[in-house]
């Protein structure tokens, strides 16, 4: 709980960082102002692009007390609306997972390089980005020290959905994840069922990773996102968010 009578505030700006080859990106930058130091936040945007709710949702993270960085994972595919953007990296097979892991690295190397973070950075993500999330937690050459991942989407995936962009399932490389990992899905979701879901957790438990799953059996796919109304689900987000605050609190610091 904050003290009504505690400095707060915040800085947020979209800023350019160094991602995958040396490449330069955009990436929405907010962190708290005050004594510090702070841990910090990577979050990896969903399929609808980097858009306003992951602009929120970086700056709810600095009012937490963590300094955040969301990159433009479709950075190279253009600009314009993020509906628009995503639309064509959709229709290309989605953005290739080598590119999101290097882009994750270059942010995660930033965050540890300001003097006032702590050293300890986690990782978020929502659909896409909650598999991106596992992703970087199980091959992030820098690391992190937790993974959040939201009803992360083909983590388990058959071999006809492999392709060039996405060559290798992310659940064949459980034993590698280096990282705390909580998980937040929805009964009703169509990607993942709860039966992938399952699967998951099973290898998570044959590899004895530090994990914890939440299953919320009255939502389904997006049911953090108050501007789709036919996906929000009130009582599993505010539930949702509160399990995110505590894992991160034991995890980070």
């Known amino acids: 709980m904050t003290d009504t009578r505690a400095y707060e505030g915040l800085i947020a700006e979209t800023i350019t960082v160094q991602g995958d080859g040396g490449?330069?990106?955009?990436?929405?930058?907010?962190?708290?102002?005050?004594?510090?130091?702070?841990?910090a936040?990577?979050?990896?945007?969903?399929i609808p692009g980097w858009d306003e709710w992951y602009r929120e949702t970086a700056r709810r993270?600095?009012?937490?007390?963590y300094v955040t960085i969301c990159p433009d994972l479709y950075y190279r595919d253009g600009s314009g609306e993020p509906e628009d953007v995503a639309a064509k990296v959709r229709a290309e097979g989605g953005a290739p997972d080598d590119r999101v892991v290097g882009d994750a690295d270059g942010c995660i190397a930033y965050?540890?390089?300001?003097?006032?973070?702590?050293?300890?950075?986690?990782?978020?993500?929502?659909?896409?980005?909650?598999?991106?999330?596992?992703?970087?937690?199980?091959?992030s050459s820098e690391g992190v020290d937790a993974v959040?991942?939201?009803w992360g989407g083909n983590v388990v995936m058959p071999?006809?959905?492999?392709?060039?962009?996405?060559?290798?399932a992310p659940i064949d490389y459980t034993a590698d994840l280096?990282?705390?990992?909580?998980?937040?899905?929805?009964?009703?979701?169509?990607s993942p069922t709860p039966d992938q879901v399952a699967e998951h957790e099973a290898a998570l438990q044959r590899e004895g990773k530090d994990y914890e799953f939440h299953?919320?059996?009255?939502?389904g796919h997006g049911f953090f996102y108050y501007n789709y109304p036919q996906a929000y689900a009130a009582e599993a987000a505010v539930d949702g968010w509160e399990k995110i605050w505590d894992f991160l609190e034991r995890k980070l610091g």
Request: proline share 9%; net charge negative.
């Open 178 to 190: 280096a990282a705390p990992l909580l998980g937040l899905f929805g009964e009703n979701d169509f």
């Open 61 to 65: 993270y600095a009012h937490h007390g």
């Open 41 to 46: 936040m990577l979050l990896l945007h969903h």
């Open 148 to 150: 959040v991942d939201c």
């Open 111 to 139: 965050l540890r390089s300001l003097p006032y973070v702590t050293g300890k950075v986690g990782v978020m993500g929502t659909c896409s980005g909650g598999r991106h999330s596992f992703l970087v937690g199980c091959r």
């Open 159 to 168: 071999p006809e959905n492999l392709s060039e962009r996405q060559p290798v």
């Open 215 to 219: 299953m919320y059996p009255n939502a």
């Open 23 to 39: 490449d330069s990106i955009y990436a929405y930058f907010a962190r708290p102002l005050g004594e510090g130091p702070f841990p």
